[in-house]
């Protein structure tokens, strides 16, 4: 079991594999607790076998070790060896069918942080937009584009209209219409917008070249581009995680003052977090050829309204592999599915996924590779009202004709919009 943010794991995490009859295990990754602090020492330089532990290191050992205790109490190793992690708990699958492809049978992946060193210096684009514009917007701002953009693209890829944007890089809204629109927080103006196009376009060098994914439409603004009243004042407030990042892995000083970022300054930290890290934390290496060999299975799922982890990463990785492996012979082993509308690891206002892990030991076990996931909406009481497929990338599930639009029986898989290849 994987674990999230900068925890490796923790044992809360058995319980549920347990109650289904696995032998599980988990891993701190060489640290305990959630927070960034392992990163540095006391005498400010950085803890590089400790990085090392939780960006690849300490799950191959949990992974080792787990073996061999299994073995020695049941007197046989295990039959099949499954990954199931989300957010970071997702990189740590990819990267393990990366870096040691024999290590299991079956990966799930959920909103897999594949490209950690561009992820994590990319949500602090809006506060520094923000910063630098000197327009921090007023969340109820970000609320109303957001419920206009949700609106203007309700039935883009699915036909229907349930307040979810079914193909949000098929969704083209000119956030200019918003301008004058009130709020309960004032006006929309023309600086707001500008702010909120930045953001949508994601983190770009002072000449205007791609750095990384923003926020995609549909996306809540909330989490990543926060702000509070100080002193009678509305400032950013950024999330505590980007803080650490910039604080301790690159500026590896614990008092850092993040008003001190310029677009300059957040260039050259971009390109630092890329050039210190790619290497120890991103699982961004597209030749998985030896997992595919290994007869190594991978689903990945991502909520395509994660405000934190944009899925446009996900699917330009699995571009990728498609295009190291072959389109073929990557379905074959590797397939991604997108979650309308939801959020970082559930959430959200789309129907939830549910099933994904059964589907994978299917598909390991008895070679079914999924063709669709199930995505469900319950009531207050945790009925199931409505249901709805989840169809592979890069295709949508859309309504056929009069169809129930609750009953997934409804919808047909139709090609999506394609991403837009990233420069690298």
Aim: aromatic share 10%; with cysteine; proline share 6%.
């Amino acid at each position: 079991m994987g674990g999230g943010g900068f925890s490796g794991g923790s044992a809360a995490s058995l319980l549920a594999p347990l109650r289904n009859g696995y032998a599980a295990a988990a891993t701190d990754a060489g640290h305990p607790g959630a927070t960034a602090d392992f990163a540095l020492r006391a005498d400010g330089t950085l803890n590089w076998p400790a990085i090392e532990d939780f960006g690849y290191r300490g799950v191959h050992d949990m992974t080792v070790t787990a073996k061999a205790v299994i073995a020695a109490f049941y007197g046989t190793g295990p039959e099949y060896s499954y990954w199931n992690g989300c957010s970071t708990g997702g990189r740590q699958g990819l990267m393990e069918a990366q870096r040691y492809p024999d290590d299991y049978d079956g990966v799930l992946a959920g909103a897999p942080v594949v490209n950690f060193s561009r992820m994590q210096i990319g949500q602090m684009w809006g506060q520094v937009v923000m910063l630098e514009e000197a327009n921090p917007v007023a969340p109820c701002k970000f609320e109303a584009a957001l419920a206009a953009t949700v609106a203007a693209c309700d039935t883009v890829g699915d036909g229907v209209v349930d307040g979810v944007i079914g193909d949000p890089l098929g969704c083209s809204f000119d956030l200019g219409t918003l301008v004058g629109t009130p709020t309960p927080c004032g006006d929309i103006t023309a600086g707001d917008v500008e702010v909120m196009r930045r953001i949508a376009e994601g983190p770009r060098t002072q000449d205007g070249e791609f750095l990384w994914y923003g926020q995609a439409p549909g996306t809540p603004y909330a989490g990543l581009n926060d702000t509070e009243v100080v002193d009678g004042q509305l400032v950013g407030k950024p999330f505590q995680y980007d803080l650490w990042w910039i604080g301790l892995f690159l500026a590896q000083d614990r008092a850092w003052d993040w008003r001190t970022l310029t677009y300059a300054g957040y260039e050259q930290f971009f390109q630092q977090s890329i050039e210190m890290y790619t290497a120890v934390l991103s699982a961004d290496d597209p030749d998985l050829s030896a997992f595919a060999d290994s007869g190594g299975k991978a689903l990945l799922w991502h909520g395509a309204a994660d405000f934190g982890v944009p899925f446009q990463g996900t699917v330009d990785y699995v571009e990728r592999v498609e295009d190291t492996l072959g389109p073929g012979r990557t379905k074959d082993f590797l397939r991604l599915f997108l979650a309308p509308g939801v959020g970082h690891c559930g959430g959200g206002a789309g129907p939830q996924p549910v099933g994904q892990f059964e589907a994978l030991v299917d598909w390991v076990e008895n070679g079914n590779a999924p063709r669709t996931l199930t995505a469900q909406r319950v009531d207050a009481e945790g009925a199931v009202v409505a249901t709805r497929p989840l169809c592979a990338y890069p295709k949508v599930a859309r309504l056929v004709g009069h169809g129930d639009p609750a009953d997934a029986g409804s919808y047909r898989c139709v090609r999506a919009t394609e991403l837009a290849p990233a420069p690298r």
